[in-house]
């Protein structure tokens, strides 16, 4: 924690929570269980992030791209988001964290979906942090999803094309409301956005490490937001200016 300058925190981190497969090939075990022991990250990343004073965590938890993996695999991660939601909103009323969530959640199986929503409903008071889980989700899908209701809205006449710029089309965003991530880091060793935030990231910090998900924990953590207060975001200007 020493290394960490509270008045320089990320207001908003998002992390590819990537490698749980691989932990669990590393341990001679299935992939469903890399999944389940990755669980156990999440619990603690959103227990440091909320006792640092994060305002927004967004958890890369399921990619549209994901509906693609082995149907078991597919079933397996709907049973872990309904066990966490089963599980953890109780936590989040204590720790007076809002749920969130963000991608196209319809296409959730029914069951998951009605969980998702009951806790989001439950918690939606709550004002200590967000805790942003990107489900189903992807960067492109979203961006081609605000450009059909900006256009559905355009053709009823609710707004003009003039009246299009970045404000605008970020309020059509799923994220809509969130400020862009200050961070984003990806665990799992790959160095790739794997469709995630792609708008909102414009100018988001980047922090790869090769450690694997379920192995993540509360030093890893602090080591990347040490890292993001040493970097200098000059968002296009020179270092003179800032
Ligand atoms: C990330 O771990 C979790 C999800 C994508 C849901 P992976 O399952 O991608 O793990 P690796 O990349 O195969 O190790
Ligand atoms: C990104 O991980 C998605 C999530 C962590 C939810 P993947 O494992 O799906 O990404 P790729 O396929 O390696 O790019
Ligand atoms: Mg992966």
């Known amino acids: 924690m020493s290394d960490i300058d509270p008045e320089k925190l990320p207001k908003h981190i998002a992390i590819i929570m990537d490698g749980n497969g691989r932990w669990a ?7 469903a269980l890399g999944h389940r022991k990755g669980v156990e990250s999440v619990r603690t990343v959103v227990e440091i992030c909320r006792k640092t004073g994060i305002d927004v ?9 994901n509906w693609f993996r082995p149907h078991e695999e597919v079933s397996a ?39 998702l929503k009951g806790a989001m409903e439950k918690t939606s008071g709550n004002r200590g942090m967000v805790l942003n889980l990107a489900l189903s989700y992807g960067g492109r899908e979203e961006i081609a999803m605000a450009a059909r209701k900006i256009l559905s809205d355009g053709l009823s006449g609710k707004i003009k094309a003039d009246d299009v710029d970045e404000a ?12 862009d991530p ?5 665990t799992g060793g790959e160095h790739r956005i794997s469709n995630f935030l792609l708008f909102q990231s414009a100018y988001t910090e980047l922090y790869f490490t090769s450690t694997l998900w379920p192995d993540f924990r509360e030093e890893d953590l602090l080591e990347a937001i040490a890292h993001y207060q040493k970097r200098e975001r000059r968002f296009g200007r020179i270092s003179e200016q800032l």
């Open 77 to 115: 991660l709907m049973k872990l988001l309904a066990e966490f939601l089963d599980g953890e909103v109780q936590e989040m009323m204590d720790q007076d964290i809002k749920l969130m969530a963000t991608g196209k959640i319809d296409s959730l199986e029914p069951a998951v979906l009605r969980k």
């Open 25 to 31: 090939k590393g341990h001679a075990l299935k992939r």
């Open 57 to 65: 965590l967004t958890l890369y938890a399921f990619s549209m791209e």
């Open 168 to 179: 605008l089309f970020q309020s059509y965003l799923y994220t809509s409301g969130l400020p």
């Open 182 to 186: 200050d961070l984003l880091i990806r």
